[in-house]
Each structure stands twice: as C-alpha cells, then as structure tokens.
C-alpha cells in the first residue's frame, strides 16, 4: 500500500488542534456579554469537555503503512498546522493583556482570564516540543518563539539533549518516580530542568573553547525572546500587566511539567552488564491512543514512538502493543495527577502490574520506598 491509495482517516482532524488558542476569544465574547463565567471557558474546554469526549469516542490504535510515511513525512500539510498555532497563541495573548490592563475583572474573571491563557500558552509548549526536534532551522526557531511566553525557553535545551538521553532513569528531572507526588515533583523538575539545560550549554561551549555567554547560548537566546516580549507586551498595554505575564507563564509551565510527570512516572531503564543503561523503547513511555486529546496534543500522547524516534512527525508516529497504557487521555490524567491519593490509586498499581509485581525494576521516589515495600512485597522467587 502506498500514498497514492492510503489516506490519513485523521487528515481533516488535525486543524482542531488550532481550537484552544481561539477559546480566550470566544471567553471574551461570552464576557463582553456580561457573563463573566466565560473566561472559565478554555479550562472548561479543555479538562471537562474534550475529556468527556474523548471517553465518548474511545481508542484508534492504526498506524499508517511503512510505504506510505516518507510521503507523509514530506507533506507540508501537517507542519503547517503546527506553524499555526503561534499566531494565534500570541494574539490570545495580547487580547488578554489588552482585557487585564483595562481591569474591571473580579477576582472570579481574573483567575479565569490567567487560567485561559496559561492554558494556551502551556499547550503550545507542546508545539514547541514538535517543532524543536525537527531539523529545519526555521521550525527550531519557531520553538523557542512558541516558548517565549512561558519563560520557558531552556526546555529547547534540556528536552531534546537532556531529557531524551536521561529519560525512565534516576538522574532525569523531567521522569517522575513512582510514589512521588506531582507537588513533589514539580519543583525538583523545574530546577532541576534549569540547571541541567544551563550544565548542557555551558559543556558545549567549553568543548568548543568558548565562552558561554554568548546570544549563540540556546538557553540565553531564548531568555531573551521572553524579556522581549515581555517588555513589549508591557510598552504597549503598562507595567499593570506583568503581574498577569508572570502569573500565566507559571500555569503554563506547570501545565507541561504535569504532562512530563504522568509520561513516564515510575518507568525505568535496568542497566546492562556494562553498566549502562538499556536503549529507550515502547516500554519506558505510558501511551494513549485516546483518539481526541491526540489530535488535540498533535498525538503527544503516542509518546514511546516519539522517544524511539524523535524526528518522526506527528502524523507517522505508532502505537505499540509494548508500551503501557495510562487508563485514559492526557486532559483526564492531568487532573487525577493533580490529586495524588487519586493519582496513587490508579497509576500505582499499573506500574507494578507493567513490571509483574517487582517493585526493584521501577523508578522509586526514595522517600516512598519503605511505604511501597509495605504496599508491594517483593514476588516470592
């Protein structure tokens, strides 16, 4: 089978992905109408209705033919959907400022308002996160202006060079270990992402005999998009909106880092005679084949092939029988992520079932250990 008589049954899905930065414009209709409720809109959205649909729609675990991928790979089609997106997270951007800095907003508005675009800004961290793997210089660049809002520049660095060899191991920030709450976790990957990404710069400007501080240091260039923006954005509408800025770019980063908790939590890679850790596959990544939220997170949620292969594009990216399986959609387990007794109940035990009961193959949260031992003796031999 080839392109020529195999067709992407998802072709004309895709462009939904580009529904949740438009969200804030149709809070702010809904709120220009005098029901301020609608700046809850996009979070509404996002984590009651799309999961609500997805449990409604279910699974697609088709892949597209090997013979059919370099065409799809190839097709512009598919990138410039990902384009897309920035323009319309930075215009929902500046309409919010634009709202916040004629002020007005109840306390109630206000937090909806930073909510929504949080919550636009964090999900474009994940088209910054297709497009910084790429390539293509211009797609590179496109990924550090997707993350300029968030502050969150240093994630082109650490993601691609720190994250993709560390990752299901102790030594990554961005692997959540079992028994670890996402508040726990949550500060530990947001430094520990930091200052990774800044160890990794600085080593490859040393190898090259230079000096870090320079605009060619990924994690400063990158920094400075965001001072731009913000200083701009600032110029424009007064000072009255940095506390917006820094608020939202907070929810923003934080959504992506509760993404990063539940892709990997408690996986890990055994070492190998040599003392080196296995080769990343199917098994080190929880996977969703929820049909809406994949086509919302431009299929994040197939994450094993993504780690497998990093430069494979969204549209060509496998379901694997190997891989484990989160019980629902990324927008469902954020919230149950959010809860850790909740969290615990029903991701703890999946863990253990996908090592057969052995909680010495997981990646274990050291303060959880003696309770999980209690929870989880060890199998008899």
């Known amino acids: 089978m080839s392109e020529a008589t195999w067709r992407d049954p998802r072709r004309w899905l895709w462009p939904a992905a580009l529904l949740v930065p438009t969200l804030p414009f149709q809070g702010l209709a809904i709120a220009h109408g005098g029901h301020e409720w609608g700046w809850w809109l996009t979070p509404a959205v996002v984590f009651g209705l799309i999961p609500l649909v997805d449990l409604l729609v279910g699974d697609d675990r088709q892949n597209p033919p090997e013979d059919a991928v370099a065409a799809l790979q190839r097709s512009r089609y598919y990138r410039v959907l990902t384009y897309l997106y920035l323009p319309l997270q930075y215009a929902a951007l500046a309409a919010c400022c634009a709202v916040w800095a004629r002020g007005g907003l109840s306390l109630f508005g206000a937090a909806g308002l930073v909510l929504s675009i949080g919550i636009v800004d964090g999900i474009a961290i994940n088209t910054a996160h297709e497009l910084g793997h790429k390539r293509e210089r211009l797609e590179r660049w496109l990924s550090k202006i997707a993350l300029a809002p968030t502050g969150y520049g240093h994630f082109y660095v650490e993601h691609n060079r720190g994250h993709h060899v560390r990752v299901a191991t102790p030594e990554d920030p961005a692997s959540a270990r079992l028994g670890e709450s996402f508040w726990t976790f949550l500060p530990r990957t947001v430094l520990g992402s930091l200052r990774s990404a800044w160890r990794l710069e600085a080593a490859r400007f040393r190898l090259r005999g230079r000096f870090p501080w320079t605009w060619r240091n990924d994690v400063l260039n990158a920094w400075v998009m965001t001072v731009v923006l913000f200083a701009g954005l600032t110029a424009w509408f007064g000072p009255v909106v940095l506390p917006l800025l820094a608020a939202q770019a907070v929810v923003g980063f934080a959504l992506l880092e509760v993404v990063n908790y539940l892709e990997h939590y408690g996986l890990a890679r055994p070492r190998n005679a040599a003392g080196r850790y296995d080769k990343v596959d199917p098994r080190h990544s929880w996977n969703s084949d929820?049909?809406?939220?994949?086509?919302?997170?431009?299929?994040?949620?197939?994450?094993?092939?993504?780690?497998?292969?990093?430069?494979?594009?969204?549209?060509?990216?496998?379901?694997?029988?190997?891989?484990?399986?989160?019980?629902?959609?990324?927008?469902?387990?954020?919230?149950?992520?959010?809860?850790?007794?909740?969290?615990?109940?029903?991701?703890?035990?999946?863990?253990?079932?996908?090592?057969?009961?052995?909680?010495?193959?997981?990646?274990?949260?050291?303060?959880?250990?003696?309770?999980?031992?209690?929870?989880y003796p060890l199998p008899a031999a």
Do not use: E
Not at 294 to 312: G, I, K, T, Y
């Open 290 to 375: 929820r049909v809406v939220t994949n086509v919302f997170l431009f299929q994040l949620q197939r994450h094993s092939d993504h780690h497998a292969n990093p430069l494979r594009r969204y549209q060509v990216l496998r379901s694997f029988d190997s891989s484990p399986r989160l019980p629902a959609g990324y927008a469902t387990m954020i919230v149950v992520a959010l809860v850790p007794p909740l969290w615990r109940a029903v991701m703890d035990r999946r863990v253990l079932a996908h090592y057969d009961q052995d909680l010495s193959a997981a990646n274990v949260h050291p303060p959880a250990l003696a309770r999980l031992r209690a929870r």
